[in-house]
């Protein structure tokens, strides 16, 4: 392993590397990203993959379009052939009550406004969209084109292989024990494989964000629960669209080899680092599914599985330095949307890094936040 | 949500065995199966077991998962036993849920035993997802089950006592046995089985290997060919025998999903047949309260599972409260026991395998 | 070769098994061809006439006292290696009887001629059955076989005349190998149809555990959840040497157990007494 880096980032998920592409797109040669199992064997190779950008807040409207569009390109960007299963079947967002289709009328208008072509449709047109959708149970949807789902292992290696090609060090099943630092610098991590000497270091560790902090002595205001997916046997292509409803708390999609995927968390649980399943998600899952799409009762549980979201208050990513650190940086609290996010975070990281002005500006999404004055608006549209 | 006592999972000897020891002792026993009826593998074997008379020895297979069962019913209204029943999950919170013939149900037992047996290792060779290509057990259960005759001619891949056993309910059912191959240098199944098939004329073949399998639709010939020491196939040995079937017996390893779904630990243990969850002299797992018993444990005769069974079911009870009898005799008689059956030669791998597991002194 | 490689057991192994000249003229007795130590004793416990010899260990092998045994078949008829064999040379002249444990359907009848088999299955020419006991439940039936004397310590199985040879089917000379064996045509995981050279291929890429196997070729994702291919793919990381097998990783192991309808989980979270 390396004895010196111009960047460590911990953490091989989507976001880490990301990042470290990003940056060795720019012209940092000596990258070295530290993950304690393999790349995507975290919340990256355990979630939904979908991407939107119908969201209720400006600034994921933002991030998430940046993403999309880096996504259409990604082999030519990533200067290879992955396939990364990019499926723009859009996203069907169901209202439950009229309150909520108010407010999705109004989040059209701004998605509309940032040059997202969303729209908003009534129960009817829905279920023309989607025919095994019960619409008696929606008010009415939203719909964007555009959106989609990727195979977050391919999208995974697509990130690596292009890592690789870029000089990028993945050590993997290499756990970090301890962050250095020298008046108010960061000096570099202690590995359970050597010691890396280091003037940037970078929290992309997910889940573990906060312990990763902690090894800083950085306090970091998030906290991680696990959200449940659930997987069905393949069938016949039936669903084009993401259907999503955060009333009913659910996500639900068929991916392109046919198997129906669904997710969500129980806020009811509680906040720490387990990944296992339950029996409660399963049952509750499928009760939903019987509610909105009832046709779907004789499909095939075969596998479920969790994977942690790392929240914060407002459900939206810190991208920064630490304040106490200096080149320590943050890219974490994704809140469930690390993934279709990665893309904007390896460029406005990267720019952040290199003291270039990020191509979004990213300064209402730092730490500092939650200490007080200035809270970001809250985005409800979280599942 | 049914709170139980005790809930076993798997009735076949291991499970049957726990299942009546533990009742015996005065605990409540729910005893879940996934296939239509008690008895686990014994319902697929015609052949006559070994052991002693304890283990019902001499009495073939299918007779003793019909006394095992018969048994339970000398303790009325202590042992539940629900057949076309799957469990489909151990969960953290002690919950097990089940498909019990379609309908969902949920268990909150207070000791559970794991007897689910264990599944077939295959090989990866050219044409192995050809029809035709079968494991042991699923050859066992079309022509001893269903009646069906899976195929004329046969190439049996493994000689340990499972592809001893099923080539010679093969030619009970009138099918050519072409061969039997093994990849060791000898006969890894009990040699009484070996002369039976051997005096009928169908070579045995040892450090012989399945190169490929051939046909269009399905199995229509089998490549076999010698290996040399490095386990490698000596080219000028190929050969092809005129085969409508290729039964793949090499050998099973512990069905411990759910245990390690609900996160018990496990170690590789070769000669327990791979993967096989740690446990205590109790049949604990790594998980309080939840035991193990038979093929699960690590890959042994029927005999032992039997004894491991009651084993498992004396010590649940214990752990329940229920002494009843004379528990501690019991569970000494059948560590004993289980002490004799491996004792022998033919007990050495199991022994080594028990020592590495920490639980064999 | 010997008998851990064929199952064939030769002339040495009957030392010490055989009666003296002298008690072969008594009467018919066992020959038991038990040559290996297993946990296995129902012989001894069956004899009334206490004719085979007490084991200290079930493991121990069975040796017949033949001052003691008369013959009289019910170990044979016990045995579930089928091992035990009864001779009678008594009479004068030159055949005695063989009576042999056979588990085919259907028995020989009485009067008809079979081929007698070796050891080995080879032919040793054909014999007339001179009695035949069906068996019962879990009683092995007997087949009894005119033989001449020398040929009694030769002869341990029969087929009908009428069968196919069975031995030396295969044929070792000139089927085409047509046959596509490369790794590319040997399918590893079923349910996704993942190859032997997609999982090589990745091994030498540097993927050293069944986890990272299964992300990258998604190799036990399928319905079966890995019953099959999990075992090859840690074989193969061995193999390569990529794992170790003192710490080798099965991977994951994800519920449910067995697959369910998305109809069963949510009816089952219904009934007010399954919560």
Redesign the interface.
């Known amino acids: 392993m390396k004895r010196t880096a111009d960047a460590v980032i911990i953490g091989g998920g989507i976001s880490g590397l990301s990042i470290a592409v990003h940056l060795a797109q720019k012209g940092v040669r000596n990258i070295v990203i530290l993950e304690k199992r393999f790349p995507g064997s975290g919340a990256t190779g355990r979630c939904g993959a979908g991407i939107r950008m119908q969201w209720g807040v400006e600034l994921n409207c933002l991030l998430s379009k940046f993403s999309v569009d880096y996504f259409e390109h990604i082999n030519d960007i990533l200067k290879n052939d992955v396939d990364v299963e990019f499926w723009q079947g859009g996203y069907l967002i169901g209202a439950k009550t009229k309150e909520e289709a108010a407010q999705f009328k109004a989040n059209v208008s701004l998605q509309n406004r940032l040059g997202i072509d969303s729209v908003y449709l009534s129960a009817k047109e829905a279920g023309d969209m989607m025919p095994h959708l019960d619409t008696s149970k929606i008010k009415a949807a939203t719909f964007c084109g555009r959106d989609g789902h990727l195979n977050p292992f391919r999208t995974v290696q697509a990130f690596a292989r292009a890592a690789a090609d870029l000089g990028i060090d993945i050590e993997k099943y290499t756990t970090v024990t301890d962050i250095f630092s020298e008046s108010g610098r960061v000096t570099g991590v202690r590995t359970d494989k050597g010691d890396i000497l280091a003037p940037v270091v970078v929290n992309a560790a997910g889940g573990w964000a906060k312990a990763v902090a902690d090894l800083a002595g950085v306090e970091l205001p998030v906290y991680s629960r696990r959200h449940q997916i659930l997987v069905t046997e393949p069938v016949e292509p039936l669903q084009s669209a993401m259907f999503m409803g955060f009333a009913w708390n659910i996500y639900i999609q068929q991916v392109p080899h046919g198997p129906f995927i669904m997710g969500r968390g129980d806020t009811s649980e509680p906040t720490d680092l387990r990944m296992t399943s339950s029996w409660q998600f399963l049952e509750q899952m499928s009760q939903t599914v019987m509610t909105l799409m009832p046709s779907l009762s004789r499909l095939k549980v075969i596998r479920q599985w969790a994977g942690l979201y790392n929240m914060t208050a407002d459900a939206q990513p810190i991208y920064a330095e630490t304040p106490e650190l200096q080149g320590f940086y943050l890219a974490c609290g994704f809140s469930g949307h690390g993934f279709m996010l990665a893309p904007a975070t390896g460029q406005l990281m990267s720019q952040l890094i290199l003291g270039e002005t990020p191509d979004i500006d990213i300064s209402s999404l730092h730490i500092d936040r939650f200490k007080g004055e200035t809270p970001l608006p809250q985005e409800s549209s979280v599942v | 949500m049914n709170q139980v006592p005790l809930l076993i999972i798997g009735a076949g000897p291991a499970g049957l065995s726990a299942a009546y020891r533990a009742a015996e002792a005065g605990a409540d026993v729910l005893l879940l199966e996934r296939s239509g009826k008690a008895g686990g593998q014994l319902v697929k074997q015609t052949h006559k077991f070994f052991g002693s008379e304890k283990q019902f020895a001499s009495t073939r297979g299918i007779h003793i998962a019909d006394r095992l069962t018969s048994r339970l019913e000398q303790l009325p209204g202590r042992v539940t036993l629900l057949t076309d029943a799957t469990v489909l999950g151990i969960y953290e919170d002690g919950v097990v849920t089940a498909d019990i013939s379609g309908t969902v149900q949920k268990f909150r037992p207070s000791a559970v035993i794991v007897a689910t047996g264990a599944y077939e290792k295959t090989l990866a060779f050219p044409g192995n997802d050809l029809p035709g290509v079968y494991g042991a057990g699923a050859v066992q259960t079309l022509m001893n089950e269903y009646g069906i005759l899976p195929g004329r001619r046969v190439l049996m891949v493994g000689a340990g006592n499972i592809g001893l056993i099923v080539s010679y309910q093969l030619m009970q059912a009138g099918v050519h046995v072409a061969a039997v191959i093994d990849a060791a240098d000898r006969i890894g199944g009990y040699l009484v089985h070996a002369s039976k098939i051997a005096r009928a004329g169908v070579p045995l073949l040892m450090r012989h290997t399945v190169v490929a399998a051939g046909g269009s639709e399905e199995v229509e010939r089998a490549v076999i060919a010698e290996i040399d020491e490095q386990w490698q196939v000596k080219p000028d040995t190929k050969r092809t025998l005129d085969v409508d079937l290729i039964c793949v017996a090499v050998g099973l390893s512990p069905l411990a999903d759910l245990l390690y779904q609900a996160g018990a630990v496990s170690r590789y243990i070769a000669p327990l047949g791979g993967h096989v969850p740690l446990r205590d002299a109790s049949m604990m797992t790594t998980l309080d309260g939840v035991y193990l018993a038979g093929d699960v444990a690590g890959i042994e005769e029927a005999s032992s599972a039997m004894v491991e069974g009651e084993l498992a079911g004396l010590a649940a009870a214990r752990r329940l409260g229920f002494e009843g009898g004379d528990t501690s005799g019991l569970i000494s008689a059948c560590l004993a026991e289980l002490r004799q059956l491996r004792a022998g030669p033919a007990g050495g791998k199991i022994r080594t395998g028990l020592a590495l597991a920490g639980v064999y002194a | 070769m010997n ?7 030769s002339s040495e192994h009957l030392n010490g098994r055989l009666p003296s000249e002298e008690q072969k003229m008594r009467g018919p007795y066992a020959v038991i ?10 012989c001894v ?2 004899c009334a006439f206490k004719a085979i010899l007490p084991f200290a ?4 092998l069975p040796f017949v006292d033949f001052d003691r045994c008369t013959g009289c078949a019910v170990c044979a008829r ?6 035990i064999f009864i001779v009678d040379e008594s009479k004068d002249g030159e055949w005695g009887t063989i009576r042999l444990p056979y ?3 259907p028995l020989p009848a009485e009067g008809e001629r079979v081929m007698a ?6 032919p040793l020419g054909p014999a007339a059955v001179s009695a035949v006991l069906a068996g019962g ?2 009683k ?1 039936p007997l087949v009894t076989l005119a033989v001449k004397k020398d040929r009694l310590q030769d002869v ?2 029969l ?1 009908f005349l009428t069968a ?1 040879e ?7 000379t000139g ?1 085409p ?7 590319e ?4 995981c ?1 349910c996704e149809g993942v190859t ?1 050279a997609e999982i090589r291929a990745l091994i030498a890429a540097g ?1 050293h ?1 069944v ?2 196997i299964k ?2 070729s ?1 190799a036990g ?3 079966c ?1 890995g ?2 291919c999990r ?2 793919i ?1 074989s ?1 990381l061995i193999r390569a040497g990529a794992a170790d ?4 990783d ?1 991977g ?19 009934d007010e ?3």
């Not at chain 3, 260990?57 to 121990?60: H, K, Q």
């Open positions: 008998l851990e490689q064929t199952g064939v057991a061809e038990c040559f290996e130590e297993i946990p296995c004793n129902p416990m069956s260990d079930i493991n121990d016990i045995c579930p290696g089928l091992a588990e085919y359907w088999l070796a050891r080995d299955g080879r439940r879990d092995t341990r199985g087929r196919e069975a031995a030396g089917r295969y044929d070792e089927m190998l047509d046959i596509d064996t490369s790794e045509a040997t399918i590893v079923r032997l993927h555990t986890d990272e992300h990258h998604r994702m399928g319905p959840q019953r099959t075992q090859i840690m193969e097998v003192d710490h080798l099965p994951s192991f994800r519920p449910p157990g067995g697959t369910v309808t998305l109809g069963q989980l949510a009816e089952g979270g219904l007494t399954n919560r």
